[in-house]
């Protein structure tokens, strides 16, 4: 069916973050499309540079051109100011740009790799996608992102696996604004946790407070003295005056909680 979706296009700009969705849209739209496919991936503070490395990794591994662009979102007040639709803001600009590397390109359409279960949460960027004409594939093909990875992992895909992310913004509290400071203490405290063991992991930005989120089975870390003080230590050197270890785990979309409850 997916296939299906993407053969019916004829061309297409893949937005690709180089994540378990996108890296599956572009290795079908590449088997589908041949030459008819050009991946776009923005450079920005809000996404971590791994993310892009990987994308830039899996482009050239799929023979796919790859156009690596400037996300210039920061420069909009209305982002940085972190309302509730702060993604809405984002993704205008971003498939704004997608549509004139579509058409520089040559290409008739812009794709982009949201699920169905990403309908299921408060995700105001889908709007922005919507009006700017841009095709999600895996929706139209009715995948969940169980059947995402499954057929990821059929076609030995390396990203079948990967842990779910988002972009570091959504670890900032809505109505605290949004800055390259805090987004790179996010990025670098992450990665911190990382090195450590945690494989899945959030850092939620609260002033001086570093919010730490982690899946169930990861929990057990913070118990072993060594990794407790090294965190410690090293988020203070990052600059966060305060770790917080939170009991309820990682849970995606948590920021959104507070929406539901107004």
């Known amino acids: 069916r ?6 019916r296009l004829g ?3 893949v937005a690709f973050s180089g994540g378990v969705d996108s890296s599956l849209l572009l290795a079908v739209a590449r088997e589908v499309l041949k030459g008819g496919v050009v991946a776009a991936t923005a450079v920005s503070p809000i996404h971590k540079k791994e993310e892009v490395d990987r994308a830039k990794r899996i482009a050239e591994a799929l023979g ?11 420069d ?3 982002f940085t100011s972190n309302p509730p639709e702060r993604c809405y803001y984002c993704k205008k600009m971003l498939f704004k ?19 169905l279960d990403d309908l299921r949460d408060y995700r105001p960027g889908e709007a922005a ?13 009715g995948l969940t992102k169980a059947d995402v990875r499954a057929i990821s992992r059929q076609m030995g895909l390396d990203t079948w696996d990967l842990q779910p ?13 949004v800055t390259v400071e805090k987004l790179a203490m996010i990025e670098e405290a992450e990665g911190l946790l990382k090195s450590l063991g945690f494989k899945q992991v959030r850092v939620r930005h609260h002033g001086d407070v570093a919010r ?21 230590s090293e988020l203070r050197r990052i600059g966060f005056e305060h770790a917080a270890f939170d009991l309820e785990g990682y849970e995606t979309g948590r920021m959104n909680r507070v929406l539901k409850n107004t």
């Open 129 to 141: 996608a919507r009006e700017a004409g841009a095709v999600a594939p895996l929706v139209e093909a």
């Open 64 to 74: 796919v051109a790859h156009v690596v662009f400037e996300g210039r979102e920061m």
């Open 97 to 115: 740009e997608l549509s004139s590397i579509a058409a520089r390109h040559s290409m008739a359409t812009v794709v982009h790799g949201a699920n």
């Open 11 to 13: 061309s297409a700009v």
């Open 212 to 232: 730490i989120e982690t899946s169930k089975p990861d929990m057990r870390l913070i118990l072993k003295d060594e990794v407790r003080l090294k965190a410690v």
């Open 76 to 78: 909009i007040e209305a």
């Open 2 to 7: 997916l296939r299906e979706e993407l053969g």
């Open 165 to 177: 992310d988002a972009c570091l913004a959504t670890r900032i509290p809505y109505g605290n604004t």
